[in-house]
């Protein structure tokens, strides 16, 4: 009997790249153009990642009802300078590349496809992926369990038990409780052990690490 392949999905932010150089920038572009005085430091930012913006935004102070603009601001300056300030993270390749040699794969981000298909695209990876759920095709992000869902069901001709979520931050690891699949915490983002370990059992360096646990488990599931 065929095993069938698993499903890996996997963040983006802190698991596969690192736009940290170009988030905290469009942050305190838009800080600046909207002159508002942003007292916190980049730790504040970089602590909300994963977030949602307009989330992410309410958190450093700014009134709810000039959220929208700040959001402008800051996608104003994000469109021009993310392909630029963002890189694979160490390992992420190798990590695509084996976990594209026996298992069926896709995104889960809190970032919009109207950004993420052109960065994959221009990385050479947007070709490993089956599906792809940015902001724009949920109505709930994470940690709402439906960003992950909405993933597995645009896979519904692959039956599998065996479903990872990979991610660096507790929304990750949330949303995959939620939604009932195993969530692998990995250390190369923005998320710590701890935070990661209070709704994951498993919490690795990277994700080259966590893709070759999946490896192993499904290589030896003898069920």
């Known amino acids: 009997?065929?095993?069938?392949?698993?499903?890996?999905?996997?963040?983006?932010?802190?698991?596969?790249?690192?736009?940290?150089?170009?988030?905290?920038?469009?942050?305190?572009?838009?800080?600046?153009?909207?002159?508002?005085?942003?007292?916190?430091?980049?730790?504040?930012?970089?602590?909300?990642i994963g977030y949602p913006l307009e989330y992410m935004f309410e958190a450093l102070k700014v009134p709810n009802d000039k959220i929208d603009i700040f959001i402008k601001s800051y996608k104003k300056l994000y469109r021009q300078i993310n392909q630029n300030s963002t890189?694979?993270?160490?390992?992420?390749?190798?990590?695509?590349?084996?976990?594209?040699?026996?298992?069926?794969?896709?995104?889960?981000?809190?970032?919009t496809t109207r950004y993420t298909l052109p960065m994959l695209k221009?990385?050479?990876?947007?070709?490993?992926?089956?599906?792809?759920?940015?902001?724009?095709?949920?109505?709930?992000?994470?940690?709402?369990?439906?960003?992950?869902?909405?993933?597995?069901?645009?896979?519904?001709?692959?039956?599998?038990?065996?479903?990872?979520?990979?991610?660096?931050?507790?929304?990750?690891?949330?949303?995959?409780?939620d939604a009932n699949i195993c969530g692998i915490g990995v250390l190369c983002g923005y998320g710590t052990n701890s935070q990661l370990s209070k709704y994951s059992q498993i919490v690795v360096d990277d994700t080259f690490e966590a893709v070759q646990i999946i490896k192993n488990l499904f290589e030896n599931d003898t069920s």
């Open 122 to 177: 221009e990385f050479g990876i947007l070709h490993f992926f089956d599906t792809i759920i940015g902001r724009q095709e949920v109505i709930y992000p994470k940690p709402h369990p439906e960003p992950i869902l909405k993933a597995i069901e645009n896979l519904n001709t692959i039956q599998s038990k065996h479903i990872y979520m990979i991610g660096d931050t507790i929304l990750d690891m949330m949303s995959a409780k």
């Open 1 to 48: 009997m065929i095993k069938s392949k698993p499903i890996i999905l996997f963040d983006l932010d802190g698991t596969l790249i690192d736009s940290t150089q170009a988030i905290v920038k469009s942050f305190k572009h838009s800080f600046e153009q909207n002159s508002f005085e942003f007292k916190g430091k980049n730790k504040d930012i970089t602590n909300l």
């Open 87 to 111: 890189k694979l993270l160490p390992n992420a390749l190798k990590s695509i590349k084996l976990a594209n040699s026996f298992a069926t794969l896709g995104i889960v981000t809190t970032k």
